[in-house]
């Protein structure tokens, strides 16, 4: 897991991404929701994703643990920096995260996760391994990601 300076958040394509869940311990009223913001060179971009248009990327996970949200989240972020990747962007991208499950994900052999996250454990490896010399995974302070994405 990497850290870096802000002037390295400043260089380059940075995607900032975060998920979570309201009313996370009641299985009856468990909102998930994500998002990710993108900015080159330190300024916010306007990006396509999903056919979407806009400065940021919302994902409303329905009925999904803060957990499921998490890593659904970084999923995103991940299959973003593949499509800049394979659109030629001519360097590395950071993703930012406070998530250490979700970075646990990215960037470790995780033995045995949970039954129900599995799959998603096991397609958050696979892309990351696709662009482990494309994509750096930065772990960020909870408050600096609530600053940039707002929840």
């Known amino acids: ?3 870096v300076t802000a002037s390295q958040l400043d260089s380059g394509i940075t995607i900032y991404c975060d998920g979570g869940s309201r009313n996370n311990q009641n299985a009856e009223l468990r ?7 993108v900015t080159k060179h330190g300024q ?4 396509t994703y999903n056919g979407e248009k806009t400065i940021q990327h919302h994902f409303d996970y329905g009925n999904a643990t803060n957990s499921v949200a998490e890593l659904n989240t970084m999923l995103h972020a991940l299959k973003y920096a593949l499509y800049l990747r394979n659109a030629g962007w001519p360097s590395g991208v950071r993703i930012c995260a406070d998530s250490q ?3 646990l994900a990215a960037t470790t052999e995780i033995a ?11 397609e958050i490896r696979s ?3 696709e662009l482990r010399n494309f ?4 772990k960020m302070d909870e408050r600096q990601i609530k600053k940039v994405l707002g929840h």
């Open 1 to 3: 897991m990497a850290t």
């Open 101 to 103: 499950n979700a970075i």
């Open 135 to 138: 994509v750096q995974i930065v």
């Open 31 to 37: 909102q998930g929701y994500g998002s990710f913001k």
């Open 112 to 122: 045995k996760p949970a039954a129900h996250l599995r799959a998603i454990y096991a």
């Open 127 to 129: 892309l990351s391994f």
């Open 44 to 47: 916010y971009a306007e990006t």
